[in-house]
């Protein structure tokens, strides 16, 4: 139980154009995801709270308008990484709880971006 | 504020040796602990979990105690096998309303044949 999946695993897009990347609780419903980029031999940044159907809560320093979450359902969080940049080529993970064990995360596999 | 501090890696163990990755933590309260695994261009799993002090997690053959008195999570076991070769993340997490995990720069295990 409590599996996390994320679509694409890995994309490569060119400098200025938009990627979504969706996270999925399969098992269970979740009434809060989390997305956080990971750079190469690095811990994780949490980069924003998303909670289903309403506005996700950033962390300082995370542009909300480059990076647009929606968690418009209970299975279903989006990250759009808008106008992408070199610069924003990282892997991003999302994680999701579940409502019977509200201090543990589930993770997803991780979305390898790669912007040119 | 509250922090995680884990040993810096990599660790490199023979197979079968015993493993013990540190992991202390800065916490007001009564944080969850937690040990998350990585495995090369994968997310993280949950290895163990305890909430509470003197609580063990397990799994695995992986187990990690929670010592309020010494504020550690350290991780053990007892013979390792090459498919334990990951990084290894110690975090703490308050749950409730905050619900944030803040988790140690990670340590990169390699175990060889």
């Known amino acids: 139980g409590a599996v996390v999946s994320q679509h694409p695993s890995w994309v490569i897009c060119k400098s200025g154009t938009s990627v979504k990347i969706e996270c999925r609780s399969l098992d269970f419903q979740a009434t809060t995801m989390f997305w956080y980029r990971q750079f190469p031999k690095q811990s994780l940044m949490l980069m924003a709270t998303s909670n289903e159907g309403s506005k996700a809560t950033y962390e300082q320093g995370v542009e909300k308008d480059k990076f647009l979450i929606n968690h418009a359902s209970l299975t279903l969080s989006t990250l759009t990484v808008t106008s992408a940049h070199p610069e924003d080529s990282s892997f991003y993970i999302c994680?999701?709880?579940?409502?019977?064990?509200?201090?543990?995360?589930?993770f997803g596999p991780g979305t390898r971006l790669t912007v040119l | 504020g509250n922090s995680v501090t884990q040993m810096e890696g990599p660790v490199t163990l023979s197979e079968e040796a015993f493993l013990t990755i540190n992991c202390t933590y800065t916490?007001?309260?009564?944080?969850?602990l937690f040990w998350y695994v990585q495995y090369p261009g994968e997310g993280l799993q949950l290895l163990l979990k305890a909430t509470k002090a003197d609580d063990k997690g397990s799994n695995k053959g992986f187990e990690a105690t929670y010592r309020k008195e010494t504020t550690s999570f350290h991780l053990e076991k007892g013979s390792v096998q090459v498919s334990d070769s990951a990084v290894y993340f110690c975090?703490?997490?308050?749950?409730?309303?905050?619900?944030?995990?803040?988790f140690g720069t990670g340590t990169l295990l390699a175990v060889q044949p």
């Open positions: 994680s999701a709880l579940t409502s019977s064990s509200t201090d543990t995360q589930y």
């Open positions: 975090a703490l997490n308050y749950g409730g309303a905050t619900n944030k995990l803040i």
């Open positions: 916490a007001t309260g009564y944080p969850s």
